[in-house]
């Protein structure tokens, strides 16, 4: 049974940093594209970021330049994501998935999703 489990969420002040984990189960990690993704309340879910099966490539939107990062760990089989600098904005669910298809990269076709952690942003 594939499991996908989100960590590392909490109420952070603006201007704080975060990094979440998504711990993988039940899958051979190394051949799965990894995306985190995350839902605002009201707004549709989208894609933050995206890292390659061997980790040797990344895809992102335009927006998410500067002050995220993602990475992960094979042997470890986790992905991480890194948010700096935190704004009420970044007020979501984060969602991690993974899926074989190239399209993966683009938050498409995903076959496995995790619960998800909150992140809240205020002070």
């Known amino acids: 049974q594939v499991q996908l489990e989100e960590s590392g969420g909490g109420l952070v002040q603006p201007g704080g940093s975060l990094r979440l984990s998504c711990a993988a189960s039940?899958?051979?990690?190394?051949?799965?594209?990894m995306g985190w993704f995350r839902q605002a309340p009201g707004k549709e879910r989208e894609l933050v970021m995206s890292?390659?099966?061997?980790?040797?490539?990344?895809s992102r939107p335009d927006s998410r330049k500067g002050r995220f990062s993602i990475s992960r760990d094979n042997a470890r089989n986790t992905v991480y994501l890194q948010i700096n600098n935190l704004k009420p904005k970044d007020t979501a669910v984060y969602y991690c998935?993974?899926?074989?298809?190239?399209?993966?990269?683009?938050?498409?076709?995903?076959?496995?999703w995790g619960k998800g952690t909150l992140v809240t942003v205020s002070s």
């Open positions: 039940g899958l051979t990690f190394s051949k799965y594209h």
């Open positions: 998935a993974a899926g074989t298809s190239i399209l993966a990269m683009r938050g498409d076709g995903m076959e496995y």
């Open positions: 890292i390659a099966a061997n980790g040797a490539w990344e």
